[in-house]
């Protein structure tokens, strides 16, 4: 009898303590994200401003940031991509950021949308474009990007901009840092992240010229979104890895294919719809192989490299070579692609050189 009250109150004792702690742990971890993120309603257009909290969102008053966003037009207009227009925002002398406003023309809410861009806002790496926020209304969609003062590398190598030329020394700090952004993205994010959309315009330049890699999950992101012209093929031509023609299939291998033309483009200073560079993925790879037997780097490289460290030049050709092998399974990974550009110039690394002019 007195052994049955025992059990009873022991069974007592465990379901509550069980209940307590789950409550305790409900709490705890409403209590985090409140801390992580500030959520502004806009009464005006039915929609919603999620801020994630960082030192540099600290300062901000939520309702200004919200009205000044509400207000870009397009004098405000950085450029425009396949999923929407990038304006600048400014909102003081020395707080500024890039709002991406995102076609969308269904009116339904996605919740799997929201949730990607919350787990997009905790990726934070040197060689990653910070996401700062999101707005979401019932008609449009707005990301909050960090603003690259230097604009993208597309730019850089391809636009009229005269007064900044990029260096050898440049454009190596350039490819390994995109290259240690992509493997944070394949090899330390968990679940790891597949781009999809490696190219010279998704390559950001920060007041350092150091490479951040932009737009990163974008392309899964929007295939939520079947409103999305391009979902038949999310990438760009030029940059797709031969497979993905065949499969359909991203994956981590075809970024590493997509890293490869980038270095191409950084050596050469050709753009990848180049006739050099022709359409097709797996004549990229006989081109380089060419290239590369013969020894004819001399003549493809870029005039503005300036530079007469045709070794470090050439090795850097052999790594774009590797990253560009049609069977995907010979390509080497982006931990390994990483490695072996920083073995290119050992004594480089950690330096800021200002190498351009
Ligand atoms: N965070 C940013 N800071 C500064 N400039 C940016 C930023 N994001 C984008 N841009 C500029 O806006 C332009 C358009 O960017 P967007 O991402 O819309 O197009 P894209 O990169 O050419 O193509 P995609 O839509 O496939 O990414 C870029 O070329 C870049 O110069
Ligand atoms: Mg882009």
């Not at 909102?91 to 787990?119: M, P």
């Not at 001399?298 to 052999?318: K, S, T």
Request: a positive charge; glycine letters at 6%; aromatic letters at 8%.
């Amino acid at each position: 009898m007195g052994s049955s009250r025992f059990l009873g109150l022991y069974i007592t004792i465990c379901v509550l303590a069980f209940v307590i702690s789950k409550i305790t742990i409900a709490v705890l971890c409403y209590r985090r994200w409140q801390r992580k993120q500030l959520v502004i309603q806009d009464r005006f257009s039915d929609g919603k401003l999620v801020l994630f909290r960082s030192p540099k969102m600290k300062s901000l008053k939520p309702n200004s940031f919200l009205k000044k966003t509400m207000k870009l037009t397009s004098k405000d207009r950085i450029g425009s991509g396949g999923y929407g227009t990038v304006y600048r925002l400014t909102i003081n002398e020395s707080t500024s950021f890039a709002v991406k406003k995102l076609r969308r023309e269904t009116t339904e809410q996605d919740r799997g949308f929201e949730r990607e861009l919350e787990s997009m806002g905790d990726i934070k790496h040197r060689n990653i474009v910070t996401l700062h926020g999101y707005y979401t209304a019932p008609n449009f969609n707005l990301l909050i990007y960090e603003l690259m003062p230097n604009g993208s590398l597309d730019t850089l190598l391809h636009g009229r901009r005269m007064d900044k030329v990029l260096d050898w020394d440049a454009r190596y700090k350039i490819a390994v840092g995109a290259a240690r952004g992509l493997s944070y993205l394949h090899h330390d994010c968990v679940p790891h992240i597949i781009h999809r959309d490696i190219k010279s315009s998704n390559i950001l330049l920060d007041h350092n010229m150091e490479a951040r890699v932009s737009d990163f999950g974008l392309a899964t992101l929007m295939e939520q979104d079947n409103t999305h012209v391009s979902t038949l093929v999310a990438g760009t031509f030029g940059y797709l890895a031969p497979e993905y023609f065949d499969t359909g299939r991203a994956t981590t291998k075809g970024d590493v294919y997509s890293f490869g033309v980038v270095l191409l483009e950084l050596l050469t200073g050709r753009k990848p719809s180049d006739e050099a560079f022709v359409e097709e993925g797996t004549k990229l790879v006989t081109w380089v192989k060419t290239v590369v037997q013969d020894k004819k780097e001399e003549h493809y490289v870029d005039d503005r490299l300036g530079c007469n460290r045709m070794d470090e030049i050439n090795h850097a050709f052999i790594i774009a070579l590797m990253c560009l092998e049609t069977d995907p399974l010979k390509r080497p990974n982006m931990l390994e692609v990483l490695k072996m550009l920083e073995e290119i110039k050992p004594d480089h690394l950690g330096h800021n050189s200002q190498s351009f002019t």
